[in-house]
């Protein structure tokens, strides 16, 4: 016995190769990362996690949970070492021309032991993918309208894939959608990391009360180089700037979403940055778009710092009016932040330069797009009045989309203990009957005991506002001035500050940029104007309302009436929000017409010098039981024969027993 282990040991050491145990193997190593599910190379990428070499002869991939089954499946006929760290790739044809293979060491049938059955075939719409060492599954996959029969395999709703995009895992651990992206060759693929805490000096800012002064100041101190990316690019005197910079010297490049209309402007700024030297291209407009759009606000400064804004650098927003009351202001509602650190702009550099690579096909020079435009005259006005911006040294983690923008709000949204606060130009209405986002996990906080406030613009759909304030238990309410564009997030003593608005297109298709700030001063800054905004546009502030006449539960459609009482003694006027259907009356009293369904109806009330207060609640109205009736009369008679043969031999038995 000694003389085998001491063979066996000998053959591992002249290996060279520490491969893991089982338990190790089947528990902390391999998962499924990658997933193709279009095009002929369709197929499957592993990656190891651990910290050790796995064999992955005792491994399989499947299309099904149960391993016998007759469906396809990738298996190892001989070992197949899979190096800690490393992606491996199987697929059918690794000839096509996706870009899914030879990104990573590729392996297709036959080859090294690779074993893909010919009925392993992945479907476009819904499918499940399962990894599993030995006979135990120990990861799944499930995407599209899937039934899925372990819940103890995957949490929540199941992953949409995208056309031309194939399935990659963005987080090591946690079997979610959000553990998940689609992505498309020439995007980033960075994963979230919130190890990653890079060290920075950072400026915190207002709009519309910094007038974008401290853009301008930072712009002006270039010496060597400055990268922009932006959504909308039109203030001109900051395309003066560019071009006063471009012409001392400065290496001016700006790449800019093709969708706004850049080349029809005439007379063009952008023609005028391309006289002074500055590279400018635009990116977007075409089929295979890498990004649906690129919505980031950020530039880059000497290789040294970098700005980021939820606000597009409009005049609205950049025009050097300083003022204390943002009420006063011309720009959105916004915040922005200045990070003095070389290792985050290195990082963001290198996005930059990915974004701006001309050969995925989706980006071209303004000059080849617009070879007639005429250059507009410009000149540059520099800020008169002086901003103050604080200074704090803290640690910063960069945030992506579509790469890992998901994942890393709701991290900071599910690991905040005592605050989660969100200003937010949109909501979608899925946002509200999904768990994969957000929006969701801040309802989790809620009903944990977190103070939970959400300030939303007046261009959210009304009915989401109501089923916001109604179902979730988050404090809610609606910021009409200035206009909310903003889309931060406090979560304790960490602050995010970029473009990501709550939506899936921003979150999982365009391609934005927001930085998670862990400071307490910074965080500090931004919940105060936070709770600032919140106070002042909190209408239920001085009027409590109760419902009087009300149920939750209507038994039929057609007409109701609801009463609304205010507590102060007063005279006032009742605005009914019945679904988003608004209505006025002078009496708290209000007949409403109503469907079967769920619905959702606010009022406010409001006082002859704007005091406001506000109620809402949700009801449900049965269907009309008339129909109901109607649908069981062609059932009566069988019914009622099968029911009095049933009573005949009841009478015949008891008659037998008694005789």
Same mark, same amino acid.
């Given at each position: 016995?000694?003389?085998? =282990?001491?063979v066996?040991?000998?053959?591992?050491?002249?290996?060279?190769?520490?491969?893991?145990?089982?338990?190790?193997?089947?528990?902390?190593?391999?998962?499924?990362?990658?997933?193709?599910?279009?095009?002929?190379?369709?197929?499957?990428s592993?990656?190891?996690?651990?910290?050790?070499?796995?064999?992955?002869k005792?491994f399989?991939?499947?299309?099904?949970?149960?391993?016998?089954?007759?469906?396809?499946?990738?298996?190892?006929?001989?070992?197949?070492?899979?190096?800690?760290?490393?992606?491996?790739?199987?697929?059918?044809?690794?000839?096509?021309?996706?870009?899914?293979p030879?990104?990573?060491?590729?392996?297709?049938?036959?080859?090294?032991?690779?074993?893909? @059955?010919?009925?392993?075939?992945?479907?476009?719409?819904?499918?499940?993918?399962? =990894?599993?060492?030995? &006979?135990?599954?120990?990861?799944?996959?499930?995407?599209?309208? %899937?039934?899925?029969?372990?819940?103890?395999?995957?949490?929540?709703?199941?992953?949409?894939?995208?056309?031309?995009?194939?399935?990659?895992?963005?987080?090591?651990?946690?079997?979610?959608?959000?553990?998940?992206?689609?992505?498309?060759?020439?995007?980033?693929?960075?994963?979230?990391?919130?190890?990653?805490? +890079?060290?920075?000096?950072?400026?915190?800012?207002?709009f519309?009360?910094?007038?974008?002064?401290p853009?301008?100041n930072?712009?002006?101190?270039?010496?060597?180089? %400055?990268?922009?990316?932006?959504?909308?690019?039109?203030?001109?005197?900051?395309?003066?700037?560019?071009?006063?910079?471009?012409?001392?010297?400065?290496?001016?490049?700006?790449?800019?979403?093709?969708?706004?209309?850049?080349?029809?402007?005439?007379?063009? !700024?952008?023609? @005028?940055?391309v006289?002074?030297g500055?590279?400018?291209?635009?990116?977007?407009?075409?089929?295979?778009?890498?990004?649906?759009?690129?919505?980031?606000?950020?530039?880059?400064?000497?290789g040294?710092?970098?700005?980021?804004t939820? #606000?597009?650098?409009?005049?609205?927003?950049?025009?050097?009016?300083?003022?204390?009351?943002?009420?006063?202001?011309?720009?959105?509602?916004?915040?922005?932040?200045?990070?003095?650190?070389?290792?985050?702009?290195?990082?963001?550099?290198?996005?930059?330069?990915?974004?701006?690579?001309?050969?995925?096909?989706?980006v071209?020079?303004?000059?080849?797009?617009?070879?007639?435009?005429?250059?507009?005259?410009?000149?540059?006005?520099? !800020?008169?009045?002086?901003?103050?911006?604080?200074?704090?040294?803290?640690?910063?983690?960069? +945030?992506?989309?579509?790469?890992?923008?998901?994942?890393?709000?709701?991290?900071?949204?599910? &690991?905040?203990?005592?605050r989660?606060?969100?200003?937010?130009?949109?909501?979608?209405?899925?946002?509200?009957?999904?768990?994969?986002?957000?929006?969701?996990?801040?309802?989790s906080?809620?009903?944990?005991?977190?103070?939970?406030?959400?300030?939303?613009?007046?261009?959210?759909?009304?009915?989401? %506002?109501?089923?916001?304030?109604?179902?979730?238990?988050?404090?809610?309410?609606?910021?009409?001035?200035?206009?909310?564009?903003?889309?931060?997030?406090?979560?304790?003593?960490?602050?995010?500050?970029?473009?990501?608005?709550?939506?899936?297109?921003?979150?999982?298709?365009?391609?934005?940029?927001?930085?998670?700030?862990?400071?307490k001063?910074?965080?500090?800054?931004f919940?105060?104007?936070?709770i600032?905004?919140?106070?002042?546009?909190?209408?239920?502030?001085?009027?409590?309302?109760?419902?009087?006449?009300?149920?939750?539960?209507?038994s039929?459609?057609?007409?109701?009436?609801?009463?609304?009482?205010?507590?102060?003694?007063?005279?006032?006027?009742?605005?009914?929000?019945?679904?988003?259907?608004?209505?006025?009356?002078?009496?708290?009293?209000?007949?409403l017409?109503?469907?079967s369904?769920?619905?959702v109806?606010?009022?406010?009330?409001?006082?002859?010098?704007?005091?406001?207060?506000?109620?809402?609640?949700?009801?449900?109205?049965? #269907?009309?039981?008339?129909?109901?009736?109607?649908?069981?009369?062609?059932?009566?008679?069988?019914?009622?024969? %099968?029911?009095?043969?049933?009573?005949?031999?009841?009478?015949?038995?008891?008659?037998?027993?008694?005789?």
């Amino acid at each position: 016995m000694r003389s085998v =282990l001491a063979v066996s040991l000998l053959f591992l050491v002249c290996a060279f190769v520490p491969l893991a145990s089982e338990y190790d193997a089947a528990n902390t190593g391999i998962v499924l990362y990658e997933v193709n599910i279009f095009n002929e190379d369709e197929g499957v990428s592993l990656h190891n996690y651990s910290s050790y070499d796995i064999d992955l002869k005792d491994f399989c991939i499947t299309d099904n949970p149960q391993k016998s089954s007759s469906e396809g499946s990738i298996g190892f006929s001989q070992s197949l070492i899979i190096h800690s760290g490393e992606t491996l790739t199987f697929v059918k044809d690794k000839s096509a021309d996706s870009g899914f293979p030879g990104r990573h060491t590729t392996y297709r049938n036959g080859e090294s032991g690779v074993t893909i @059955s010919n009925n392993f075939a992945l479907n476009n719409s819904k499918d499940d993918v399962y =990894l599993f060492y030995g &006979n135990n599954i120990i990861d799944a996959f499930f995407y599209g309208d %899937v039934e899925i029969t372990d819940k103890n395999l995957w949490s929540g709703d199941t992953f949409t894939p995208k056309k031309n995009s194939f399935a990659v895992r963005v987080s090591a651990e946690g079997e979610s959608a959000s553990c998940w992206t689609n992505y498309r060759i020439g995007q980033t693929n960075l994963q979230f990391d919130p190890e990653l805490q +890079i060290d920075a000096t950072v400026h915190p800012f207002l709009f519309p009360e910094s007038g974008g002064i401290p853009i301008y100041n930072a712009l002006e101190d270039a010496k060597k180089s %400055v990268c922009l990316t932006m959504y909308q690019l039109s203030c001109d005197n900051v395309y003066a700037l560019l071009q006063k910079l471009s012409l001392k010297g400065v290496d001016v490049t700006v790449l800019l979403e093709e969708s706004q209309g850049y080349t029809t402007q005439s007379p063009s !700024p952008a023609k @005028s940055l391309v006289d002074a030297g500055c590279t400018v291209k635009l990116i977007g407009g075409v089929s295979g778009d890498r990004y649906n759009l690129v919505h980031a606000k950020y530039c880059i400064i000497d290789g040294t710092r970098v700005i980021v804004t939820s #606000e597009n650098w409009t005049w609205g927003n950049l025009n050097m009016e300083v003022m204390t009351d943002p009420m006063e202001g011309q720009g959105n509602r916004g915040w922005g932040v200045l990070i003095d650190s070389p290792s985050y702009a290195s990082y963001m550099m290198d996005v930059f330069e990915n974004d701006i690579n001309g050969e995925y096909g989706d980006v071209i020079d303004f000059s080849d797009t617009a070879p007639y435009a005429k250059a507009k005259t410009l000149t540059y006005t520099a !800020p008169t009045k002086k901003v103050q911006l604080p200074s704090y040294r803290c640690k910063v983690t960069p +945030i992506l989309s579509p790469d890992n923008a998901q994942q890393a709000q709701i991290y900071y949204i599910s &690991n905040s203990t005592y605050r989660v606060y969100s200003q937010q130009q949109s909501l979608d209405n899925d946002f509200l009957s999904r768990t994969d986002n957000p929006y969701s996990a801040m309802v989790s906080k809620d009903s944990g005991g977190v103070d939970c406030k959400l300030i939303l613009s007046n261009n959210v759909d009304s009915r989401t %506002v109501a089923s916001v304030q109604v179902s979730s238990g988050i404090s809610c309410i609606v910021m009409d001035t200035p206009y909310v564009h903003n889309k931060g997030i406090v979560c304790d003593d960490t602050v995010l500050v970029g473009s990501i608005n709550w939506t899936y297109n921003s979150l999982e298709n365009n391609r934005e940029v927001m930085v998670a700030i862990d400071s307490k001063e910074v965080s500090g800054f931004f919940a105060g104007a936070f709770i600032d905004d919140f106070e002042t546009n909190d209408r239920s502030s001085g009027l409590t309302l109760s419902f009087t006449e009300f149920s939750s539960h209507y038994s039929s459609p057609g007409k109701i009436t609801i009463t609304v009482a205010v507590k102060q003694p007063g005279n006032y006027t009742y605005r009914w929000n019945l679904d988003g259907a608004v209505s006025d009356s002078s009496i708290p009293r209000k007949v409403l017409e109503v469907s079967s369904g769920r619905h959702v109806l606010g009022v406010i009330a409001t006082d002859s010098i704007g005091n406001r207060g506000f109620i809402y609640a949700e009801f449900t109205v049965d #269907e009309d039981s008339s129909d109901s009736v109607e649908s069981i009369l062609p059932y009566a008679a069988p019914v009622a024969f %099968v029911l009095l043969a049933i009573m005949i031999a009841a009478i015949k038995i008891f008659r037998g027993r008694s005789a």
